[in-house]
């Protein structure tokens, strides 16, 4: 995951946006705090959608999870404990995060503290789907009951053109029930690919030849309502990036 704004003092120059052209920042979270996401979603999120069952269990994916920080937020911020023995019969709520970056996943192996609920896979959603079919399959579940994918469709769109970027959300569709979407402006897109040429880096190969511009969250908005059977139920506003976090559904 990354971000388009970014001080020049926030990091040096070789941790910087355009060092990282897959968007795996080893230092996200320090200048992109997962409160800043957290802060926009009702903690209630699951049992508004349904998902407060006893005796079933809630999956999550979080698609390019980078070191983790976020995705043990987020469960935290949504999944209560239980408070005593008669409440542990609950739905339980698993999570999984994925990155292709392996570095990043072995730190957040490392550093996960509820391993249990909680699991961490290096993977390359491009080029490799059938991690997520085995996990679903490991938990009797034919598709995801919730899908995060936050601040990484730029990323997919500058490596994989436009093909690449509409087979991730039709991919992400067809394997999820409700779909949480935060996709970079196209302001970002320039941003990105200035820092690349700055640090003497070949251009993204897609950048000058993308025909999906402008407005991005619209255009994602459209393909998965036309031609992926879901539908835009809310929007959670926009972070402080000016980036809309917005929830699909299945139809």
């Not at 802060?39 to 959608?49: E, F, G, N």
């Not at 404990?81 to 698993?94: D, F, L, Q, T, W």
């Not at 609920?117 to 399959?137: A, G």
């Not at 031609?227 to 990036?241: I, K, N, P, R, Y």
Request: net charge negative; with cysteine.
């Amino acid at each position: 995951m990354a971000t388009c704004s970014l001080s020049n003092d926030a990091v040096d120059e070789t941790n910087e946006p355009g060092a990282a052209p897959y968007g795996n920042f080893i230092n996200y979270y320090t200048f992109n705090p997962p409160e800043n996401r957290l802060s926009l979603i009702p903690a209630t999120l699951l049992q508004d959608l349904g998902y407060s069952d006893h005796h079933q269990t809630t999956l999550i994916l979080d698609v390019g999870c980078n070191s983790g920080e976020l995705s043990i937020a987020f469960y935290k911020h949504l999944v209560q404990e239980p408070a005593c023995e008669e409440e542990s019969g609950r739905r339980k709520v698993n999570l999984l995060g994925f990155d292709l970056d392996e570095t990043l996943i072995r730190r957040a192996q490392q550093t996960n503290p509820l391993p249990s609920s909680i699991s961490f896979i290096p993977l390359d959603i491009i080029k490799d789907t059938n991690q997520l079919q085995d996990y679903l399959k490991q938990h009797g579940c034919s598709h995801f009951h919730l899908c995060l994918c936050l601040a990484v469709t730029m990323w997919v769109h500058l490596n994989h053109g436009d093909s690449g970027l509409l087979q991730l959300l039709s991919h992400l569709a067809s394997i999820s029930q409700h779909l949480l979407l935060e996709a970079q402006p196209w302001k970002c897109y320039r941003s990105a690919a200035r820092r690349l040429r700055k640090l003497g880096r070949s251009d993204f190969d897609h950048f000058k030849t993308l025909k999906i511009r402008g407005d991005i969250a619209e255009h994602a908005r459209e393909h998965l309502e036309r031609h992926c059977d879901m539908e835009l139920v809310q929007s959670f506003g926009s972070t402080a990036w000016d980036r809309k976090l917005l929830l699909f559904k299945k139809r």
